[in-house]
């Protein structure tokens, strides 16, 4: 591939960090998460005071990447989904602004790493779902109950079905639908707030707004992960959703 899995753009003091696996779905492998982890990291130590996650290609983010789950063992793929949530709480943790542009399919991982930004904005004809409760997997519940509150979070996570970008600002996921020629004007109406303060009033204000249960998510996940058969589990969804569309 000739593209590295994580394209970052910079513009006075926004970084764009563009997810780059359009042929997977964006969908979050190894490769990409180090490669998020570490340009943030950079991002935020150049002085970026927004940094905004964006997908290549029709969908922002299709969840984890399972492409190579035949090969893989259980622990493996459990360490992996752990790798995430840690990518996620640092994300939740940024002491600078941080919007999600989101169109087409949000799912799984890739909807709960559009839900720790702190902008969330909808592209027209995108869908949000958090599939992973259908094979055990419990992920970023408390952030997502933080949003939208607790019984809708349930609701979200039981039901398990697909929700439309204006229910997703209904609920709270997300906080703006717009058009994707209006992406810029809404990055720079973002990048216009995140900057109106100094950098250390912003940073003290994010810690103070944060409210957040990392160390019990955290467990909760590391329960899910490692109940016997998480492998089992994952294929056996993957095989009820192929048949469903067949």
Known sequence: MSEAPVVVERAAETAT??????????ALGAEIVEALDTGIDAAVAEGAR????????????TGLDLADLEAISDGDLALRILRIELLLQKIHALPVTTVAVAGGRVFGAGADLFAVCDHRIALRG??????????????GTGRLAGLVGDTAARQVLLAGQAIEAQRAVELGLATAVIEDE???????????????????TVAALHGRTRHADDAGDLAALARSVARPGLKARVEAYRAKVAAARR
């Not at 927004?50 to 983010?61: A, D, E």
């Not at 209006?182 to 990048?191: F, K, P, Q, R, S």
Request: glycine fraction near 10%; charged fraction near 20%; aromatic fraction near 10%.
């Open 182 to 200: 209006a992406v810029e004007d809404a990055i720079g109406v973002a990048h216009k707030a995140a900057t109106r303060l100094d950098a250390a």
């Open 17 to 26: 960090l563009w997810l780059a696996r359009p042929e997977r779905g964006n």
């Open 126 to 139: 995108s869908s949000f779902a958090f599939p992973g409760p259908a094979f055990g997997l419990v992920l």
């Open 50 to 61: 927004l940094i905004v996650l964006r997908g290549r290609g029709r969908n922002f983010c």
